[in-house]
């Protein structure tokens, strides 16, 4: 009884309102609230939802609008024809509308059809395409869709209207499941039940442990420009003593696991040596080609900092390269390199490129106080 008064307590139209068509507004409200949900917006049930809105939904109700009467099959139709011929003597076509397979069909085919162009519409717009605007735009157009459908329908005699027959599908399959006719249409009850829960295992398995793809981290050095917009050129050619330099250093996550990382900023003195010449302990070898090596002989620490990026995050920082007068006397030359060291969970007492995660460098020259005045 309080089910009943509960029901009367709703609008008539509501009350009224179709079943196919009630479903479509409930899924369109469960997709907006998958969307902006704080916690379920990071679910497989977000995707596996949106999904069947965006692929389906918006189709369905436009086709709704479209052909508020119920159709025939082909089947049906022929059989019609045929006997309207006989009894008439003449001409037995008549219009069926579209049966349920045609509906399906066309809404797939017209929801890939009606997203893209709500798309395209969008762009231009001040909004863009953007998540928010898609999804209210969508949302609005299959509302829209499903009123004019509704009003459509009720336009129409009781006995034409479409209707989804569930009710009948229910009984039919609580009589396939449960009172089969022989043992052998139960076995194939039990293994068509046992290959539908294994199917929608495996989508849920798959929407909601994907599989890990390449693992990588992004390493880059961008500057400002004149409008702001960080950019991968006009790098700094020259460090003189005393007069910072900004550069922005940037890590990008994509090892599927939140990671630590630290980078060392070195600046380094290098010579290119024939590959016979014996080379001091202090020495490094950075890179061999054409009989020749290319030798770090003095290096120095300019900057240091660490920070926690998760998965498929970025983080990029705005550094200060500088050298006092000292640094820069002891390093003045044309042949020098800022060295940039990206590791990951801890740095080894000597920072190198051979023990880096990842290295970048920029080549630079070095000039002390006395030689920028001159």
Same mark, same amino acid.
């Given at each position: 009884?309080? +089910? ?14 179709? %079943?196919?068509? $009630? ?22 049930? &977000?995707? !596996?939802?949106?999904? $069947?809105?965006?692929? *389906? ?6 086709? $709704? %609008? ?22 008439? @003597?003449? #001409?037995?076509?008549?219009? +069926? ?29 001040? *909004? ?21 459908? %509704?009003? &459509?329908?009720?336009?129409?005699? #009781? /006995? ?40 929608? =295992? =495996? ?47 940037? !890590? ?11 980078? !060392? ?9 024939? +590959?016979?010449?014996?080379? $001091?302990?202090?020495?490094?070898? /950075?890179?061999?080609?054409? @009989?020749? &090596? ?9 900057? +240091? ?9 970025? /983080? ?18 044309? #042949?020098? &390199? ?15 490129? /051979? ?14 106080? #006395?030689?920028?005045?001159?």
């Amino acid at each position: 009884m309080n +089910r009943e008064r509960l029901w009367l307590l709703l609008p008539s139209p509501v009350r009224n309102l179709p %079943a196919d068509l $009630a479903a479509v507004l409930a899924l369109v409200v469960l997709t907006n609230l998958t969307v902006f949900l704080p916690v379920v917006n990071d679910s497989p049930v &977000r995707v !596996v939802v949106g999904l $069947a809105f965006v692929l *389906f939904v918006p189709g369905y109700a436009f086709i $709704a %609008a479209l052909f508020p009467e119920e159709g025939t099959s082909p089947d049906a139709e022929a059989a019609a024809d045929e006997a309207a011929s006989e009894t008439n @003597g003449g #001409d037995g076509l008549q219009d +069926r509308g579209i049966d349920g397979i045609e509906r399906t069909a066309l809404s797939f085919g017209l929801s890939i059809a009606i997203v893209p162009l709500i798309g395209l519409a969008l762009n231009f717009t001040p *909004f863009g395409i953007r998540l928010v605007p898609i999804l209210v735009s969508i949302s609005a157009f299959t509302v829209i869709a499903t009123g004019v459908a %509704a009003q &459509r329908r009720w336009q129409l005699p #009781d /006995d034409e209207r479409f209707r989804v027959p569930y009710r009948s599908w229910l009984g039919a399959g609580k009589s396939e499941l449960f009172a089969p006719d022989s043992t052998a249409d139960a076995a194939l009850n039990v293994l068509l039940v046992l290959s539908i829960l294994l199917a929608t =295992s =495996s989508v849920v398995y798959a929407v909601a442990v994907p599989q890990q793809g390449e693992q990588f981290t992004e390493f880059y050095v961008l500057t400002e420009n004149e409008t702001g917009d960080l950019v991968a050129d006009d790098y700094p050619e020259e460090l003189v003593a005393d007069q910072p330099q900004s550069v922005h250093v940037g !890590v990008g996550n994509n090892e599927y696991e939140t990671v630590e990382y630290t980078v !060392v900023v070195q600046l380094q003195a290098v010579e290119i040596r024939e +590959r016979q010449t014996p080379l $001091a302990n202090q020495t490094q070898v /950075d890179a061999q080609a054409n @009989g020749t &090596r290319l030798v770090v002989t003095d290096r120095t620490e300019l900057d +240091r900092f660490s920070t926690t990026v998760p998965h498929n995050e970025s /983080d990029i920082r705005n550094r200060t390269l500088v050298v006092d007068s000292e640094t820069a006397t002891q390093f003045s030359g044309s #042949d020098r &390199r800022v060295k940039f060291l990206l590791y990951r969970d801890g740095v080894p007492a000597q920072p190198t490129a /051979d023990n880096a995660y990842r290295d970048l460098h920029l080549w630079v020259e070095v000039r002390a106080d #006395d030689q920028s005045n001159a």
